[in-house]
């Protein structure tokens, strides 16, 4: 079971809670929960630099990014499970941008290019790691 849970993208916890107020948003009424503010943050300059909730959603993504790019460079037997994974996540993800009538927004589009990028850095550092590892005798490493 954790196996399973460590070759998840964690890419899926920011596109779940996306989803999930999209829904909320879609069934309940015309007020939309992702434009909604999430954080105040008074300056000194006396303006205010309002957070809005998908802004948040994106920083979280932003930071799930960097821990799939880390979990990338960890060369296992699970690795093509995971950049397998990877991929269905963008096929969510691209499927729920063009099929849901609540899904086009400018938030989804940067989930996917994110998802994307860590599809592609994903197998490109798979690809570097093991190519190191990778001799064939009497030629030294490749």
């Known amino acids: 079971m954790f ?8 890419l899926f916890i920011p596109g779940a809670i996306y ?12 007020s939309d929960l992702l434009s909604s503010t999430f954080l105040n943050l008074p300056l000194p300059s ?3 630099c309002i ?15 960097y821990f799939e790019i880390i979990k990338s460079t960890d060369v296992r ?14 096929v969510a ?9 609540f899904a086009p ?8 290019v994110m ?12 690809i570097t790691a093991t190519r190191k590892d990778i001799s064939v005798s009497g030629f030294g490493r490749i």
């Open 19 to 30: 989803t999930g107020l999209k829904l909320i948003a879609f069934y309940k009424g015309p």
């Open 93 to 101: 993800f691209l499927l729920e941008l063009l099929l849901a009538p």
């Open 77 to 90: 037997n699970l690795q093509i499970v995971e950049h397998i994974f990877s991929f269905f996540l963008v």
């Open 3 to 10: 196996r399973l849970i460590r070759v998840l993208p964690t």
């Open 46 to 48: 006396k303006n205010i």
């Open 115 to 126: 998802a994307c990028l860590d599809l592609i850095a994903g197998i490109t550092v798979t």
């Open 51 to 65: 957070l809005r909730v998908s802004d948040a959603i994106i920083i979280l993504g932003l930071f799930m990014l």
């Open 105 to 112: 927004d400018a938030t989804l589009v940067i989930l996917l």
